[in-house]
């Protein structure tokens, strides 16, 4: 099972917004909803900030935002703040019956 | 409060095995697949395994398919990764993860290292 496809770098300035992009197969991304999104700072365990391509956990701020357009899925944060600096992956359920990580993508908040 | 804790991790040579523990607590563990997720030095996360609330249905990457073997304790609220035939490739933070359809709790990882 191959990774998705993530940029490997993003970077915006605080109060700006910055899309993450995340490009899959119809095996993987394109035929399920069961997409989701980690954040993890460095030495820390990840922490999901959205599931199933949209839903947001309770707690997790509403300037993350998540949607799905064909094989290919995306984050958006708004309103950039220094804390949001991290690696951030993404995740799908494949048709194998496994999950699959992207790539990773490191946020620079400028 | 979910907390997830995982053990058992350390150095072991190339060929050799070591099983892996993640202690549950805070949810009701038996109604919740479970997964664990690895992460090399430096590098980014790879799914490893899955395993169902009633241990019945398991998941296995590719790269570890018919080395390592995931179950679980639903009467101990524990999680285990059994790893045979280990490589240097394996050498990574073992996380332990409650869910499967998404990763919603994480422990904070145990280190296994493969080395001569």
């Known amino acids: 099972q191959s990774a998705l496809t993530q940029p490997a770098s993003v970077s915006g300035s605080p109060g700006q917004s910055i899309t993450i992009s995340c490009t899959g197969t119809s095996s993987d991304v394109g035929d399920y909803n069961y997409v989701s999104w980690y954040q993890q700072h460095p030495g820390k365990a990840p922490k999901v900030m959205i599931y199933?391509?949209?839903n947001r956990p309770s707690g997790v701020s509403n300037r993350f935002s998540g949607s799905k357009s064909g094989n290919t899925a995306s984050l958006t944060i708004s309103g950039l703040q220094a804390e949001d600096e991290a690696d951030y992956y993404c995740?799908?359920?494949?048709?194998?019956?496994?999950?699959?990580f992207g790539g990773g993508t490191k946020l620079t908040v400028l | 409060e979910v907390q997830l804790v995982e053990s058992g991790g350390g150095l072991v040579q190339p060929g050799g095995s070591m099983r892996l523990s993640c202690a549950a607590s805070g949810f009701t563990f038996s109604s919740s697949a479970m997964s664990w997720v690895r992460q090399a030095p430096g590098k980014g996360l790879e799914w490893v395994s899955g395993?169902?609330?009633?241990?019945?249905?398991?998941y296995y990457a590719d790269s570890v398919k018919g080395r390592f073997t995931i179950s679980r304790d639903n009467s101990k609220n524990t999680l285990y990764l059994q790893m045979n035939s280990l490589r240097v490739a394996d050498t990574a933070v073992y996380y332990c993860a409650e869910g499967f359809w998404s990763l919603v709790h994480w422990g904070q990882g145990t280190l296994v290292t493969v080395s001569s």
């Open positions: 395993v169902s609330g009633s241990g019945a249905s398991t």
């Open positions: 995740s799908s359920y494949t048709s194998s019956s496994t999950r699959v």
């Open positions: 199933d391509v949209s």
